[in-house]
């Protein structure tokens, strides 16, 4: 079975350019959840997708990021216009739907962005 | 909102002696799960405690989830070369609430 995939694994723009992020979950998922790491701090949640259907977007830093994921299966995360602080690894992670008490995500490989 | 603390940030060892991360919260952690990270890698999960208390072991890691449910630890012992990366705990609350509250992680080197 085929993991968590994430495009591009590598990423440098500039300042105020706009990127792009895809993630691809396994198949069946119906959760599927960005989270972000900057250098040297924790992992942080951004938002969380049941489905095509934003659940918990609580997450999301401001306005320039834009989550969707139409149709239910692959998402794409947007920062328009980038800033230096976006830079960061971003991970994707899905779990399929299952008990309200247990939930393990397997997360994609990430997606390393550099904003210059 | 809730805060996962996590020491220590970094830690190394000589191979076959122990090590142990800990995790502490403010407030009642609802779940606890382990994540491991291999440099270059991406999070894998590990497990996860729930009862206040609950103790688990996986071959030579042990997990221990606090009797006031505001603290965990993981526990390596022997460690080897393959134990190399970082180690995440994360609160998960469960309910409607699916999103993983991070601590910041212990980087473990092991000095073959």
């Known amino acids: 079975e085929a993991g968590v995939t994430q495009f591009p694994s590598h990423s440098v723009i500039e300042k105020g350019q706009t990127v792009t992020l895809r993630c691809d979950p396994i198949?069946?998922?119906?959760?599927l959840y960005w989270y972000r790491r900057v250098m040297g701090k924790e992992i942080k949640f951004l938002l969380h997708?049941?489905?095509?259907?934003?659940?918990?977007e609580s997450g999301m830093p401001n306005n320039r990021f834009l989550a969707e994921r139409t149709g239910g299966t692959y998402s794409t995360l947007k920062v328009q216009p980038a800033e230096l602080e976006d830079s960061g690894v971003y991970f994707c992670?899905?779990?399929?739907?299952?008990?309200?008490?247990?939930?393990?995500?397997?997360f994609g490989p990430g997606t390393r962005l550099t904003v210059l | 909102g809730q805060q996962v603390m996590q020491i220590p940030q970094y830690q190394h060892v000589q191979e076959g002696e122990d090590f142990t991360t800990y995790c502490n919260s403010s407030?009642?952690?609802?779940?606890i799960q382990w994540y491991k990270q291999r440099p270059g890698g991406h999070p894998v999960f590990l497990i996860q405690?729930?009862?206040?208390?609950e103790v688990k072991k996986q071959k030579r890691l042990t997990f221990q989830f606090g009797e006031a449910k505001k603290n965990s630890s993981l526990h390596i012992t022997a460690t080897q070369t393959t134990d190399v990366g970082t180690y995440f705990c994360?609160?998960?609350?469960?309910?409607?609430?699916?999103?993983?509250?991070f601590g910041k992680g212990t980087l473990l080197t092991v000095n073959p």
């Open positions: 992670a899905s779990s399929p739907q299952g008990s309200l008490h247990y939930n393990e995500q397997f």
């Open positions: 198949s069946g998922h119906d959760n």
């Open positions: 997708f049941v489905k095509e259907s934003k659940q918990d």
């Open positions: 407030t009642t952690l609802s779940n």
């Open positions: 405690l729930v009862k206040s208390g």
């Open positions: 994360a609160d998960f609350s469960g309910g409607s609430n699916y999103k993983l509250t």
